[in-house]
């Protein structure tokens, strides 16, 4: 079975288990994460499209649809100058997590909406704007009730560690390139987005876990995708540019990434892990429990 294979009857299943239970509390969440390039956002589309095919009820958003608009961005890159890791979206610390705690609150509640047919808003990202810098460009409708709510984005269960850990990895060489503080300062924004989603009990969550054995992977899967993009629209990032993008990235791999992919780290009550190789294609699959 491929990625979307997997995913998708690892969802039907809970699904299922949900029904015969009877205990609905709000729809299930499934979060999926997995590195830039990976796959996670086109196997989220298919998911997606399957469930919906089947009578699911079902959204689709990601984490990304969820970053600050541009003229917060630049407040706060003004606010932190230091802090390259905040100078641009992606990182944890830029996205307006007020909009995404309103939005699961109206997600997880919806069985207390008067009526079927109450509709929320779900915001949407274009990462074109502004030259590539991005910005929200408005949001689209979501008809309550749901069955089923896909998140995805690249730190989903990322689990951000104590101060004492964080200072004694400080020696990797990836993260001697930044300040210690800046590097603080990520690791208690991502402490945020957990309590939000991934730790959050009150919500009913399944994970589905990308893992690939080498993070250098990210590299040449965006490269992948820029020249895919040149070659179709005529506009994309250089290869030193694509380094430079990716680079940013990888202090969090570097802090996080090995303990999310361990099978022992919850991701969700229930998580399903999909190894896969520098070609995407699967190696290996397996399901852990909460």
């Keep these: 079975m491929n990625v979307a294979e997997l995913s998708v009857e690892f969802v039907e299943q809970k699904l299922e288990q949900r029904k015969v239970q009877g205990d609905r509390k709000g729809p299930l969440f499934v979060l999926v994460s997995g590195p830039q390039g990976s796959g996670k956002s086109y196997n989220s589309e298919i998911l997606f499209r399957s469930l919906k095919k089947k009578g699911v009820r079902a959204a689709l958003t990601s984490i990304d649809d969820f970053y600050l608009t541009h003229e917060d961005q630049l407040k706060l890159q003004s606010a932190f100058p230091e802090n390259k890791l905040l100078h641009g979206r992606g990182l944890p610390g830029t996205h307006d997590l007020k909009a995404l705690q309103e939005t699961l609150k109206e997600l997880a509640n919806d069985e207390d909406k008067v009526h079927d047919g109450k509709k929320i808003q779900l915001p949407v990202y274009d990462k074109s704007r502004f030259n590539g810098e991005g910005d929200r460009i408005g949001s689209i409708d979501i008809e309550l009730p749901l069955d089923c709510v896909i998140i995805e984005g690249w730190f989903l269960g990322f689990q951000a560690i104590t101060e004492t850990e964080l200072e004694r990895k400080n020696s990797s060489p990836i993260l001697l390139n930044h300040q210690l503080l800046h590097l603080k300062q990520v ?58 993008f990716v680079d940013r990235y990888m202090p969090c791999y570097e802090l996080y990434y090995k303990n999310f992919i361990d099978p022992n780290t919850a991701f969700g009550k229930t998580n399903l892990t999909i190894a896969i190789d520098a070609d995407r294609n699967v190696v290996n699959h397996f399901i852990s429990h909460s």
Excluded: C, P
């Design 187 to 244: 690791n208690r924004s991502l402490k945020e987005y957990g309590q939000l989603l991934w730790n959050n009990e009150s919500l009913d969550t399944v994970g589905i876990k990308f893992a690939t054995d080498d993070t250098n992977n990210v590299y040449r899967w965006r490269l992948q995708q820029e020249h895919a993009m040149l070659a179709s629209q005529g506009e994309g990032m250089t290869d030193a540019q694509v380094k430079a």
